[in-house]
């Protein structure tokens, strides 16, 4: 464990002051990528205690003083279990795979975050969790929609391993407020860009990649089947801080 320094890049309004989360404890399981390095930096500024759980830490120098992270995956239940103790809200982020994963990594997933989920599930409801938030997909649940604009509450129908997934920890946390009266909320966030992205990993992020090959000179082509959705989230300014106080 270890704690992280201020990063770079930071701007004006990183610095404007602001106590609205003082006080509140607050987990990032899977914190380490652009999401979660963004959410967590937000996080940190409004002054909520911040614990980062991850894999690997993409940009451990981004971090804000006082963050704190844990190295780790969810498979591993004892570090799970220290990891949720006393946290009062759990921001849910981890997935290990992408929108085009093939059925053996969409296997390797049931085992190492769908399954695990359960397990987070019962330690949050153990350490008295106020709230979990899961950041589910706005495209691939969705499957092959009748119209080109999505709205939420059109019916979930994934033909895709990662949206599948995506759905059934939707149902999980949804059964779990439903018996045990644990907040909660769903975020089905598409085409997320930002900070600390890095363009064109694996196929993902549409926007940096587009915008990438743009800056290349490369001529511009078209991945997928379009089952994940035609809606974008820009910049954190735009969706990273709403979210980071909507909870409350």
Do not use: W
């Amino acid at each position: 464990m270890n704690e992280g320094t201020d990063g770079e890049n930071t701007s004006a309004a990183d610095q404007e002051p602001d106590r609205s989360l003082e006080g509140l404890r607050c987990l990032v399981l899977g914190g380490g990528g652009f999401i979660g390095t963004n959410l967590s930096r937000e996080l940190a500024r409004r002054r909520a205690s911040v614990t980062v759980f991850s894999r690997s830490l993409r940009f451990p120098s981004a971090f804000a003083r006082g963050v704190v992270t844990r190295t780790g995956v969810m498979s591993d239940l004892d570090a799970l279990a220290a990891a949720v103790a006393d946290q009062d809200i759990i921001f849910h982020l981890v997935g290990g795979s992408v929108p085009g994963s093939v059925d053996a990594e969409f296997l390797a997933e049931v085992s190492d975050v769908v399954l695990p989920t359960l397990d987070l599930l019962k330690f949050a409801r153990a350490a008295g969790t106020r709230k979990i938030i899961f950041l589910s997909s706005g495209g691939t649940v969705y499957g092959m929609p009748a119209s080109f604009q999505i709205p939420e509450t059109a019916p979930p129908h994934p033909i895709s391993a990662y949206g599948t997934n995506k759905i059934a920890i939707e149902k999980y946390v949804m059964r779990e407020s439903h018996l045990h009266r644990t907040g909660f909320h769903i975020f089905r966030a598409a085409n997320v860009y930002g900070c600390y992205q890095r363009a064109g990993k694996r196929n993902q992020g549409l926007v940096a990649a587009t915008i990438e090959r743009a800056l290349r000179g490369a001529t511009d082509r078209n991945l997928g089947n379009g089952a994940s959705g035609p809606r974008f989230r820009s910049h954190r300014r735009r969706c990273v801080r709403p979210s980071a106080g909507y909870f409350l």
